[in-house]
C-alpha cells in the first residue's frame, strides 16, 4: 500500500501519474479527504470524471477497488452482508447428529463469521483483507431509507452485525461516493464527507484530459473536437455531453481517418457525441455547421 500523498501539489501529480487532469480546487479536496479520512462526497453531471477519482485513486495508492453500483431496490443483503443460510443449516443438521442439545451455544456457533457473506460494504472494512477504496457509485439512484445504512461506515467505518457483532475496519478505507443529482441525497450523508461538485472542464483542462486519456489521436483533432464540444455545451440540450463523450468522439473520429473536423464528419457521428434522438435532430445539419464555424477561431 502507497503512503498518501503529503500536500495539494502531491495528490494533483498522483491523479494525473494515472490520466486523471484535476484543478486545484479538486486536488485539494481530494487531498483533505485522504488526510482528514474522511469520506469524498463528488456531485455533477454524468460524465464528469467522478468514478473515475475512485478508480486513479485505488490504483495510485496501491489498495484494492471495492466497487458498490447503486439501484433502485438495493438494499442489506446485496450491499453489505447476508448469512450463509444453507451452510447454517447443514452446521444445525451436524450438531444434531452430535448430539448438541443447548441451543444457546448453538446459535452462537452457527453466527460465526465464517457464515457471514461479505458484500462490498462490509468487504471495503473487513479487518482481514487489504486496505481499500470504497466506491459507493451513484447514490441518487438507490431508494432514500438505504442511506441510512450507510451512516455508521461512513462516520466511524465501522459495521453492527445485530447476530454478530461490530465488525471494524483495520485501516480506515478510502471512500467515494458519487451523485448524478437525480435526486438529493440527505443531509445525514453530506455532513459526515467532504464535499465537491465536479463540473465540465474548461477547455485548457479538456484539452489535457484528452492528450491523456486519447494520446494517439492527432494535436489539430483533440483542438477542434474540444473546443466543438465546449461550443455544443452552451446549447439548450437535453443531455450535455461529458468528458467521456468527448474521448469517446474523439477516438471514433480517429477511427475514421478524420484528421480535421468536418460537418459531413460532425454529422455522421453526432450519435457517439449526443444520446438522445431530439438533441442530435436538433444539432445535425445546418446547427453543425455553424458550431464548427465557430470553433473553429477557438481551436486556431
Not at 494533483?12 to 479520512?37: P, S
Not at 439501484?71 to 444453507?86: I, N, R
Not at 447443514?90 to 452457527?110: F, K, N, P, Q
Not at 465537491?196 to 486519447?214: C, M, N, S, T
Amino acid at each position: 500500500m502507497a503512503a498518501l500523498p503529503g500536500s495539494v501539489t502531491e495528490t494533483a501529480a498522483l491523479l494525473a501519474d494515472h490520466g486523471y487532469i484535476a484543478d486545484r480546487e479538486l486536488a485539494t479536496t481530494v487531498h483533505l479527504a485522504l488526510a482528514m479520512r474522511r469520506p469524498l462526497f463528488l456531485e455533477g453531471e454524468p460524465g464528469t470524471g467522478k468514478t473515475e477519482i475512485a478508480k486513479v485513486l485505488a490504483a495510485g495508492l496501491d489498495r484494492r477497488l471495492v466497487r458498490l453500483q447503486c439501484y433502485d431496490g438495493l438494499d442489506l443483503a446485496a450491499a453489505a452482508y447476508e448469512w450463509d443460510h444453507a451452510r447454517q443449516l447443514v452446521a444445525i443438521r451436524l450438531a444434531e447428529a452430535a448430539g448438541e442439545t443447548d441451543r444457546g451455544l448453538l446459535a452462537r456457533d452457527i453466527y460465526a463469521r465464517e457464515f457471514l457473506q461479505a458484500r462490498p460494504l462490509l468487504s471495503a472494512i473487513d479487518p482481514d483483507l487489504p486496505p481499500a477504496v470504497l466506491l459507493i457509485d451513484e447514490l441518487d439512484r438507490a431508494d432514500e431509507p438505504f442511506e441510512a445504512f450507510l451512516l455508521e461506515l461512513l462516520a466511524d467505518f465501522q459495521m453492527t452485525v445485530p447476530e454478530y457483532g461490530t465488525i471494524r475496519a483495520a485501516s480506515p478505507p478510502v471512500v467515494v461516493l458519487t451523485s448524478n443529482r437525480t435526486r438529493e441525497v440527505h443531509d445525514a450523508i453530506r455532513r459526515r464527507c467532504l464535499y465537491h461538485w465536479v463540473g465540465y472542464p474548461d477547455a485548457a483542462r479538456e484539452r489535457a484530459i484528452l492528450a491523456a486519456k486519447a494520446p494517439g489521436v492527432a494535436e489539430r483533432l483533440s483542438a477542434q473536437v474540444v473546443a466543438f464540444v465546449q461550443k455544443l455545451r452552451a446549447q439548450d440540450l437535453f443531455k450535455l455531453p461529458g468528458v467521456a463523450e468527448t474521448i469517446d468522439w474523439a477516438y471514433a473520429l480517429s477511427y475514421l481517418d478524420q484528421h480535421e473536423l468536418a460537418p459531413a464528419a460532425v454529422d455522421d457521428t453526432l450519435g457517439v457525441l449526443l444520446k438522445y434522438q431530439d438533441d442530435i435532430a436538433k444539432i445535425r445539419g445546418a446547427e453543425a455547421a455553424r458550431l464548427l464555424a465557430e470553433s473553429a477561431v477557438d481551436a486556431a
